[in-house]
């Protein structure tokens, strides 16, 4: 673990926040560091599918392990928080007529430097929110981590 | 307003992610759109505090006029959204036994090519939550955008 | 009782709602039914207040039996629908820097036809919502409707 | 604008809560006044189907511009700000197994004496929610406000 | 009435916590006081499902009247409040991608020594809930309590 | 780890509803298995100091290393969402007027056959809430379960 590496938050804001151009750059910051991520795009009016989404990335890019109850449970919650800054207080979408266009962002690493603190994970989510309609939508973003 | 400036939101998000070495860029970046914003901190176990530290940097440094609620109404509910992205679930801190360090920024200005859409104000939270014990926390962040 | 009567949640809004002028016009319509009403004022930052105030001048008129349980529940779940009405998402005043002052009624009496259906109570609030500031608010209401 | 026009909330409510034969009368004391509204009615399980009900009610009589978002996303909370009210702590209705049969009324005007304060919106809603059974429910209602 | 009779929330948990081995021993501790009960199983990802099968449990037991709004109505609130318990946080199952399978009981009767107290109706869940995939779960309870 | 041990939150229900003459029976069948657990009071009207009740018991018992986070993030998750079954809605205490007497247990310990999945901490709350006032009150409880 390198000493300079970001919080693991701020690690997996800055992968969803990062233009096309800079994204590179991004990815290559995260890389130096000791930190394990994936990067993926959600968009729908269903909010399980957002879920789904998130879950499915982070298992196929085996930031988590799908065997084990406990990682999924720190994994679910943490992208249930992240989804609470996106939907600022129901926690719903089409049933209040509302979608999401998604960056999402799992980071997963030793952000303490007490090694004892073990592994956490971290979840960012940025994008659009907004009336099914094509530009009646506003920039949303939630941050969710916990201990795994 | 300059046609490559980021979106309201990503603004306000990448002044409170900045670090100490970097806030000069991030602030040139916004100074160079037509965006006008305002940053700061705020700590404490009382939420009410957050919430008056953000309102009254916002007035002095000119963001919104103080003498119309309109204004204070816009910016109330986008501070109440973004505070939601920091508690995730209950919005609270002390009655649950916890505390935040947060930086803040708030942004004005039109984000919409249609400038008939007229302004709009973000804000945006960055910092740590937890236990009012220094190191039982982990990182936290926010998001709040209103029409004004 | 009189087969016209309101809804007991109307007779108790319209009590809130009647101007210095109506007030004398409103009581006397609901006199004429068979429910019973008591109104007043309650201001504050704080919720534990309003809910007391209501409380209080809900015993106070006879309106419920501070010795049973049974109707203070009733009575309390009641206010509280109605202050959710009132807050609109965070059951919460001085917390989140916002201040009330509300005029209340609370009616008690048969509102179905069918007898078996015993007595119901509706607490309805109406008044301004803002900062703590004279002028930096607007209107809010509030209805919770409870058998008894 | 008359001097003497009740509040934006009061005559949303006032609207909603009139009976067949109090319509005209209320509706001829809204037309005396600055204030623009419109009336309808919506009955669902589904959420989304009362929000869409009173968009396109709102939209169809010319009280928002569905061109312009910050219309649109003034409209939307003040809608979700009154079905809070009526559904009091879980914005749900199928899915928590209750349905609704409301009026509506969205009014939209000037209601500071400072008409810097700019227009504002109100949505007000009134009738039952309950089981989906006739005669297994109680009234409700719910009041939004927002600048707009 | 039985005099040593627990009371109405602690019998309604009893018997949801019973092991197959335990649960005559526990239904004839019931049998001995004055409360009535059901006891049933359900398991969904829809909350109106787990809401359904416990008013219609309730109602074939004659625990309800379902005739009487007064008593679904009772009925239906305390089966929220026990939801609540079960899902903590948000009152969804299949929307945020989870599942749960739950014994509950309805067990109504009079728990206060003051017959005029009248009577009360407890609904008690336990089981578990997750992801829905056989293993990804951990257990979850919860009580609610209305007078009737 | 006995193969016929209770699952962890039964085991932590099960402590807090034993009556005087059945917590030594409760007790020394949770020492059977390979579950370590603490019990305690708490009543307030201010929910910090339900939390930190529990917090100070569960450190005290050694049930968690106050020096590592991640052991303090765990039950802080755990006892937020058992207190979100007590409070059923607003998780809040005086500032609703409401006030709680609570016998609370923590349970630590390997809830799953599949040793990999390591710890986790179950928090159970068993009480009354109510009124401010002596006999105004009916009985609350609530389970939270998470990984540690």
Partial sequence: MTEQQSGIGKTALQLVLANSHEIKEAEEKVQATSYRYCLGKTGSMELQKVVSAIETAAKRNGLVDDQLYREMHA????ILEAV????????QL????RTVGLRFSVVRGYPYPNSKEGEWIAVALYG???APIKGLEHETSGLGINHI
């Fill in 75 to 78: 994994l679910y919650h943490a």
């Fill in 94 to 97: 089409g049933d209040v007529m």
């Fill in 84 to 91: 609470q800054g996106v939907t600022r207080g129901q926690v």
């Fill in 128 to 130: 659009t929110i907004g």
